[in-house]
């Protein structure tokens, strides 16, 4: 039941990018060309996202929440701006910059057919193999 509650909530997720165009690279490019063809519209999508989250992320960190089936959601403790922080926060901007694509919206466009998807998946799990390795396997 776990799995199925899982799956059902990834393909509302999976809808819901559809639909507001963040699995889209074009539009997520125009998004970021602001010196071009600039498209505001992903910062609504981004704007009511945060909306929505905002409050019970913020229960979330003040009280420990549990799942439906009783487990600890445990959240990051660290809050602490580092070297490892800051260049993997550009290597992602510089890939979404690059491809108008970012993790979850990459499975999407796979799901509706997009086979150059492949490459940034790819590319993505072996920039996760190469951290892992480069970390020592501690991540």
């Known amino acids: 039941m776990k799995n199925l509650l899982a799956f059902a909530f990834g393909g509302l997720f999976s809808v819901g990018l559809m639909l507001s165009g963040m699995?889209?690279?074009e539009k997520v490019l125009n998004f970021l060309d602001i010196a071009g063809q600039w498209d505001p519209s992903l910062?609504?999508?981004m704007a009511g996202a945060i909306c929505?989250?905002?409050i019970p992320f913020q229960r979330a960190v003040r009280h420990p929440l549990k799942?439906?089936?009783g487990e600890l959601i445990e959240?990051?403790?660290n809050s602490r701006?580092?070297?490892k922080l800051a260049a993997g926060s550009c290597l992602f901007g510089i890939g979404w910059g690059i491809a108008g694509i970012c993790p979850a919206p990459g499975f999407t466009?796979?799901?509706l057919?997009?086979?150059q998807a492949v490459y940034f998946l790819a590319a993505m799990f072996a920039g996760v193999w190469m951290h892992r390795l480069w970390a020592g396997g501690n991540s």
Request: charged share 10%; glycine share 8%.
């Open 52 to 54: 929505v989250a905002f």
């Open 109 to 111: 466009l796979i799901g």
């Open 23 to 25: 699995s889209n690279p």
């Open 43 to 45: 910062a609504f999508v």
């Open 113 to 115: 057919g997009h086979y």
């Open 81 to 83: 701006l580092d070297a």
């Open 67 to 69: 799942t439906v089936y």
């Open 75 to 77: 959240l990051p403790k």
